[in-house]
Nanobody, 123 residues
Framework: QVQLVESGGGAVQAGGSLRLSCTAP????????MAWFRQAPGKAREGLAA?????ATVYADSVKGRFTTSKDNANLYLQMNSLKPEDTAMYYC???????????????????WGQGTQVTVSS
């Protein structure tokens, strides 16, 4: 069983920045396809950024140019700049462990999820 733990959420003013981290104790995050999602109240879960073991990345149009994902052996990161009130949501990291997988923003591509970290952006 893979446990994913997010951290780094909080409250920030519009235009500010936050850096989220996701760790998987006992696992090497650089080996897996991983991604960031978010879900605001009353809205569907949205894929934001994904990365694979060879460094390929993909971003949703809503965050392209503002958010950057990266990872090392121990963590997946999401650097969020120029935050807007509409970025307010619970943010989740996800991982694909096992055969198959690709760099994807679809939730169905991942089989492990963290509990989430709240990001609140005020105007």
């Amino acid at each position: 069983q893979v446990q994913l733990v997010e951290s780094g959420g909080g409250a920030v003013q519009a235009g500010g920045s936050l850096r989220l981290s996701c760790t998987a104790p006992g696992y090497t995050t650089s080996d897996y396809y991983m991604a960031w999602f978010r879900q605001a109240p009353g809205k569907a879960r949205e894929g934001l950024a994904a990365t694979g073991s060879l460094g390929a990345t993909v971003y949703a149009d809503s965050v392209k140019g503002r958010f950057t994902t990266s990872k090392d052996n121990a963590n997946l990161y999401l650097q969020m700049n120029s935050l807007k009130p509409e970025d307010t949501a619970m943010y989740y990291c996800a991982a694909r462990v096992g055969p198959g997988g690709w760099v994807s923003l679809r939730a169905s591509s991942y089989n492990y999820w963290g509990q989430g970290t709240q990001v609140t952006v005020s105007s």
